[in-house]
C-alpha cells in the first residue's frame, strides 16, 4: 500500500510540475501579494469550459487567478492554460508581483505577462512578451529565471529571434 501511495505522489509531482517545496511555481503558488507580509496563494482556475476548436469557430476555455485573500480582486487572463510565477518584489515596493505563462489557443508560442498589485488593483507591470518554445516544454527553473532584477534594472529573456537556434538574451523592461 506505502509503495503505491509513493508511486502516486512521484507521478502527481512529475505530471504536474510542483512539489510541496516550491510554491513560487505552478498553478496554485504562494506570496506577499498585498503587502501586508502574510503569505496569501494564488490559484489558476477554470472559470468557463469551451466547447470545440477554437480555431475552427468553437469557444476557448477561460482561465482567472483567484486570491485567497478576498480582498484581492482575481486576474482575469482569457484562454487558454497558465502557470503562475511568484517573481518576488521586482520595484521594491514590499509586494511579489506574479506572472502568468500561458499557453496559445493554437501553436507553439506561449507568452508571458508580469502584474503588481498597485492601489488596490493589479496592473501590467511588464508588457506581455511571446516565448516560441518550437512545442518542447520549458521546466520550472528556466521559468523563473525568465524575469529578474540586475542593480535597479529589471529584464526578461527573450528568444534572439536572428538565431536559429533561438538563443536567449537579455532585454530590458520599460517599467509602466
Do not use: H
Not at 506505502?2 to 507521478?11: D, G, K, P, W
Not at 511555481?25 to 469551451?50: H, L, M, V, Y
Not at 506581455?128 to 518554445?133: E, G, N, R, S
Not at 529578474?148 to 537579455?170: A, H, Q, S, V
Amino acid at each position: 500500500m506505502i509503495r503505491i501511495i509513493i508511486i502516486f505522489l512521484t507521478f502527481n509531482v512529475w505530471a504536474f510540475g510542483q512539489t510541496s517545496q516550491n510554491k513560487k511555481i505552478g498553478n496554485r503558488i504562494e506570496g506577499n501579494f498585498s503587502g501586508n507580509g502574510q503569505k496569501i496563494t494564488a490559484t489558476a482556475i477554470k472559470i468557463k469550459d469551451g466547447k470545440g476548436n477554437p480555431v475552427e469557430d468553437g469557444t476557448p476555455d477561460e482561465y482567472q487567478i483567484q486570491f485567497s485573500d478576498e480582498k484581492l480582486r482575481p486576474i482575469n487572463t482569457g484562454c487558454c492554460e497558465i502557470k503562475l510565477i511568484n517573481e518576488g518584489d521586482l520595484n521594491k515596493d514590499g509586494i511579489d508581483e506574479i506572472s502568468i505563462y500561458q499557453a496559445p489557443m493554437n501553436g507553439c508560442t506561449y507568452s508571458m505577462t508580469t502584474y503588481s498589485y498597485i492601489n488596490g488593483n493589479w496592473k501590467k507591470m511588464i508588457d506581455t512578451f511571446m516565448i516560441p518554445t518550437g512545442c518542447d516544454g520549458i521546466n520550472s527553473d528556466d521559468l523563473q529565471k525568465m524575469i529578474f532584477r540586475e542593480k535597479n534594472n529589471i529584464y526578461y529573456l527573450g528568444k534572439d529571434m536572428n538565431d536559429e537556434n533561438g538563443k536567449l538574451i537579455k532585454k530590458k523592461v520599460r517599467l509602466k
